[in-house]
C-alpha cells in the first residue's frame, strides 16, 4: 500500500509539471541536435566513445561519477559547450570551484581516437555528453538515447564557475538554477540522486561536523549516529567520504532512503527533504527504484540539451583543451 502511495504522488508530481509546460517535450531537433547526426560523417562516433569509456572505467571505477560530474558542471555553465574543458588561465577549469574535477584524460583520449578516424568532426561537446552517458551505463544506471550535433564554445571564464553548487545552497537558489537552464524541481530531485555513487572530499562538510552555522556543534538535521562515523572517517579535510552511506558503490534509490534517515552527505542533500516543495518527491523516489531508473535516464537527457551551440554558433576543436586557431 506504501508503495502504491508513493507511486502516486509520484505520477500526480509528473502530471502538476507537464501541465506547467516545463518537462521537456521539446523535439531534439528543436535544439537543433539529431540522433543521426554522425550516421555518416562519423558511425564509429559512439561505438568509440562507449569502448573507451569501458576501458577507463574498468580500471578506475571511480571515474564512472566522475565524468557525470564533469557532464553537469559542463552543462551548468554556458550549456552543453564543453567549455570546462578549455585549460587555460582564467578558465573555467582553473577555477577553485573545478579544482576537484576529474576525467579530463578521458576524454581527451576518445578525442584522440577520433581525430584519427574522422577529423575535425566529432565536437567535444558531443563526446562528453556521450561519456556521462555510458559512464552512467558502466555504473549500473539506465541508458537514454543521446542526440549529437553540439558545437564548442570558444569562450571560458573562471568566475562563472562559481554558480555550479558546492553543497551548501538552499533549495530555492538551486530551483533558481535549474529553472534558469529549462530544467524543473523533478529534474533537481532526480539528479541529485547521481550521488547514489561517488564521493566528496571530507571538506565540504567540516562545518556541518563541528560548527554548524557558528553554533559550535553539529549540523542537528545529520543524524547523530552518521555524525560520529563521519567524525572518524574525516580526520582530515582532503579525505573523502562516499556521498551514499548505505550502498555507496551500487547505482540505486538508497540515496532517497538516506535522506529520510538524515544521511544526506552534504547540505543540499539533506535540504530536498526538509523543503516541501522537494519532499513528497523524495519519498516517492525512495519506495519506486524502477522510476527513479526511468526518470534520471529522462532528466540527464534533458541535462545535456541545456543552452547547446549549433550550426555557426560554436566550432569543432581539434584539440578539448583549447579553441582552434584557424
Known amino acids: 500500500m506504501k508503495a502504491f502511495v508513493s507511486a502516486a504522488l509520484f ?14 517535450g521539446v523535439p ?42 564533469l557532464h553537469f558542471h559542463d552543462c551548468a555553465v554556458r550549456g ?4 570546462i574543458l578549455l585549460n587555460y588561465k582564467g578558465s573555467e577549469r582553473s577555477a577553485v570551484e573545478s579544482k576537484t574535477l576529474r576525467g579530463f584524460e578521458v576524454i581527451d583520449d576518445i ?17 562528453l555528453t556521450g561519456a556521462a552517458r555510458d ?51 523533478l529534474d533537481l530531485v532526480v539528479l541529485s540522486g547521481a550521488h547514489t555513487i561517488g564521493r566528496s572530499t571530507c571538506g565540504s562538510i567540516q562545518s556541518r561536523l563541528y560548527n554548524y552555522k557558528s553554533t559550535g556543534k553539529p549540523d542537528p538535521t545529520l543524524s547523530p549516529q552518521y555524525a ?4 572518524r572517517k574525516c ?8 556521498l551514499d552511506g548505505t550502498t555507496p558503490k551500487a547505482f540505486d534509490n538508497a540515496y532517497y532512503k538516506n535522506l529520510q534517515w538524515k544521511m544526506g552527505l552534504l547540505s543540499t542533500d539533506q535540504y530536498l527533504y526538509s523543503d516541501s516543495r522537494t519532499k513528497p518527491l523524495v519519498a516517492a523516489l525512495a519506495t519506486q527504484p524502477q522510476l527513479f531508473n526511468y526518470q534520471f535516464g529522462v532528466s540527464m537527457a534533458k541535462l545535456g540539451n541545456v543552452q547547446v551551440l549549433t550550426g555557426d554558433e560554436g566550432e569543432v576543436r581539434t584539440n578539448c583543451n583549447a579553441v582552434n586557431r584557424y
Open 228 to 231: 560520529n562515523y563521519l567524525k
Open 80 to 83: 552543453c559547450d564543453a567549455s
Open 111 to 127: 578525442k584522440a581516437e577520433l581525430e584519427k578516424s574522422c577529423p575535425k568532426t566529432a565536437s567535444c561537446a558531443d563526446i
Open 11 to 24: 505520477l500526480v508530481a509528473l502530471r502538476l509539471i507537464s501541465a506547467t509546460g516545463v518537462l521537456g
Open 135 to 185: 559512464a552512467t551505463v558502466r555504473a549500473g544506471g539506465p541508458f537514454w538515447m543521446v542526440p549529437y550535433g553540439r558545437k564548442d564554445g570558444r569562450v571560458s571564464i573562471a568566475k562563472e564557475a562559481g554558480r555550479v553548487p558546492i553543497g551548501h545552497e538552499n533549495i530555492t537558489s538551486l530551483l533558481q538554477l535549474f529553472q534558469s537552464q529549462g530544467l524543473n524541481v
Open 235 to 242: 580526520r582530515w579535510s582532503s579525505e573523502y567520504a562516499y
Open 28 to 69: 531534439v531537433e528543436g535544439y537543433g541536435l539529431s540522433f543521426q547526426y554522425y550516421q555518416d560523417s562519423c558511425p564509429q562516433f559512439e561505438a568509440v566513445v562507449s569502448r573507451k569509456v569501458n576501458e577507463w572505467i574498468k580500471k578506475d571505477s571511480t571515474l564512472a561519477p566522475a565524468l557525470m560530474r
